[in-house]
């Protein structure tokens, strides 16, 4: 997977003309009419930003290309507007579908010249309004003030994330690709799901115009109790119609959904099989790193939280005077998790980790309840802010979910079909409650545009909460790590050391930079002599560290140091020294072997370490990178150990052509 990586980012830095062409032509096409609904331009956007974060492309020409392409597709809009003016209902698909320039119209009207800005980030209207704009007549001096000014916004808004996340990924490629791995999911998870709510949002309208006349054409041939029920959903007078009938929808998909799911947990189809494949692949990516961001994630689904979500929702409703509204919620959360346990009774399936073998997890319970919550949550918000607004809460809603699963999937408690049935029958609850509170309150509520700060506000405390009195360092299953084992001084310089081994490893047993040094040493003790040499300890992870990988004018050594994982563990000693320039440093790292030394009075532990020269890159500011020097990075430690560490220098010995030096410090 690594070698896939590598390849790909190589191939598309190999021709960065040919991406640069990319970016133009997708922010141009993307701002056409009609053409633009095809075009991904936000993800070229960001796969471009993603290669200017890692230094393969210059942040500044993607800038200037993708702001050009995007002033070029607005202006060629607005110039088919002003052409054919009112012909251009005659042709396709304005033809079939006028509701397209109709929404055009309206966004215009509502927000004059200011909407060919904000209709830059709305997907459905982007190449519209440019189109109504022109043929309404608006001059091309204003128009062209307000293209300039949305493409000097939009482009930076789709790179801008790209970089932080290609700088996020090369950062994290140096400690592990696992890293890299886990950083794509949770990157994949907020795009994917922002994408979907974007194209649920631009086609709910069409979708329920369609599903409304067929369901009027049904209710027109059954003049029975179903039929009146139909005709009711359809009634003009009816303020929230079309929002009932996608409701009615979400609940037929989501029960079909479940019972899908049940008949392959039930049969054994292949729904079995990807659940042991995606339970191996998590387990095959897992880091101390990752364990412990999904265990600060999965925070969000924990029972303190879900509370403080419930409570804040209670009291709002009561403010509200929504009596019904609560008793409808809480009766879903029930019942719900009452039919839940009794599936689970009846499945009698154990989940993945071993450790939690006392439970059942189909469906999982943990995942229905946090649907129930965050999808009623989302509900109450969206009916009471705008569109665009409605469109974020939605997304958010969605990525809480996922995550809170994916924590669930990475840490063994259920398999991916239990997520599944568990979430698909809690949207079904949610939907027939939503729409029985849209039937009970057909009117559409007052504006609370306060209210999902409120939320996030309550989630964001909750959450601190939690984490300030449990920190999650390490995985719920982790088990302790074994003692070291005991070698004498003999034993260790004359077979041990050629047992230990002569690179580093990372995913899959790839070979890194080469572990030089073997130490025979406490730590306190490594530290100090470091020190007394002039080394000093790597720069943590801060917030000034992190800044300092934008800035114009740094230095080396002023960086953060990542620790890396051999073979799984992460470094447990990193320290450096500046270079000959301010735009090198050495870096030391040490990972404990596994065995001690035997002094005759106690045991002293043993540790491998590897040195690699950095030197710093700019090859696309402002994001600088430290890349290691391979010709520098065959240390001589045969001369420098024992000068530059302050060890004593048992052997000297060559494995399999890497020099290494056996060191030991001094007995106090």
Wanted: with cysteine; glycine share 8%; net charge positive.
């Amino acid at each position: 997977m690594e070698h896939a990586y590598i390849h790909l980012l190589h191939l598309l830095a190999g021709h960065p003309a040919w991406m640069l062409t990319v970016v133009f032509l997708a922010a141009f096409l993307e701002a056409i009419a009609v053409i633009g609904t095809f075009i991904p331009g936000s993800t070229a956007m960001f796969l471009a930003g993603a290669l200017a974060g890692t230094g393969s492309l210059s942040l500044g020409w993607v800038f200037l290309w993708a702001i050009v392409g995007a002033i070029a597709g607005d202006g060629m809009s607005f110039w088919i507007g002003g052409r054919y003016k009112e012909r251009i209902v005659q042709f396709w698909p304005f033809r079939t579908h006028p509701q397209i320039l109709d929404a055009g119209h309206r966004f215009f009207q509502k927000h004059g010249a200011k909407s060919v800005v904000f209709a830059r980030f709305v997907g459905p209207l982007r190449a519209i309004v440019p189109v109504v704009a022109g043929m309404l007549g608006m001059t091309p001096l204003r128009f062209y003030g307000m293209n300039v000014l949305s493409a000097l916004l939009w482009a930076p808004a789709h790179i801008l994330p790209g970089v932080v996340f290609g700088a996020s990924v090369l950062l994290a490629g140096a400690v592990s690709f696992r890293l890299v791995v886990i950083i794509a999911l949770l990157v994949c998870i907020v795009w994917l799901s922002f994408r979907a709510m974007e194209f649920l949002v631009s086609h709910a309208s069409a979708w329920s115009s369609a599903a409304g006349r067929y369901l009027g054409n049904w209710a027109c041939r059954h003049p029975g109790p179903f039929g009146r029920f139909a005709r009711r959903l359809l009634d003009p007078e009816q303020p929230d119609a079309s929002s009932i009938v996608l409701t009615s929808l979400v609940v037929f998909a989501a029960g079909a959904l479940f019972f899908g799911v049940l008949e392959d947990v039930v049969s054994g189809d292949p729904l079995v099989s990807i659940d042991l494949s995606v339970y191996h692949f998590l387990q095959s990516v897992r880091t101390p790193w990752s364990d412990t961001v999904l265990a600060g994630v999965a925070t969000l689904g924990s029972v303190f939280t879900l509370t403080a979500v419930v409570v804040t929702v209670v009291v709002w409703m009561l403010i509200e005077r929504r009596w019904r509204a609560i008793g409808y919620w809480l009766a879903a959360v029930v019942f719900s998790q009452l039919l839940i346990f009794a599936l689970q009774f009846a499945m009698h399936r154990a989940p993945p980790n071993q450790m939690l073998s006392d439970a059942y997890v189909f469906p999982s319970n943990h995942v229905a309840a946090t649907v129930i919550v965050y999808g009623f949550l989302a509900f109450l918000l969206v009916r009471r802010v705008g569109m665009l607004e409605g469109l974020l809460v939605a997304t958010a809603s969605m990525v809480v979910v996922i995550m809170i699963a994916l924590a669930g999937l990475y840490f063994g408690r259920y398999w991916v079909s239990d997520a599944i049935g568990g979430a698909a029958l809690a949207y079904m609850w949610v939907a027939i409650v939503s729409l029985t509170v849209i039937l009970r309150y057909p009117a559409v509520p007052p504006s609370r545009g306060f209210m999902p700060v409120v939320v996030l506000v309550v989630m964001l405390a909750s959450v601190g909460v939690q984490l300030s009195i449990n920190s999650p360092t390490a995985a719920p299953d982790n088990m302790p790590r074994p003692q070291p084992v005991l070698v004498t001084q003999a034993q260790w310089t004359v077979s041990l050391w050629k047992r230990l081994p002569c690179y580093r490893s990372d995913m899959g047993g790839d070979h890194k930079e080469p572990l030089t040094l073997q130490w025979v040493s406490n730590l306190d003790s490594i530290k100090g002599q470091l020190r007394a040499q002039g080394w000093i300890e790597g720069t943590d992870l801060s917030a000034h560290s992190l800044l300092s990988l934008a800035s114009p004018n740094v230095a080396a050594t002023s960086l953060p140091v990542l620790p890396k994982l051999n073979n799984g563990v992460p470094s447990s000693l990193v320290f450096m020294r500046p270079g000959d320039t301010r735009d090198e440093r050495d870096v030391l790292r040490f990972w404990p072997s596994g065995y001690a030394v035997e002094n005759g009075v106690s045991a002293t532990p043993l540790w491998v370490g590897s040195f690699a020269h950095e030197r710093l890159s700019r090859a696309s500011w402002p994001i600088n990178i430290l890349r290691v020097d391979k010709e520098e990075s065959s240390f001589d430690a045969h001369t420098k150990a024992s000068a530059d560490l302050g060890a004593a220098l048992v052997a000297r010995v060559s494995c399999h052509g890497v020099p290494v030096s056996l060191l030991a410090s001094p007995v106090e």
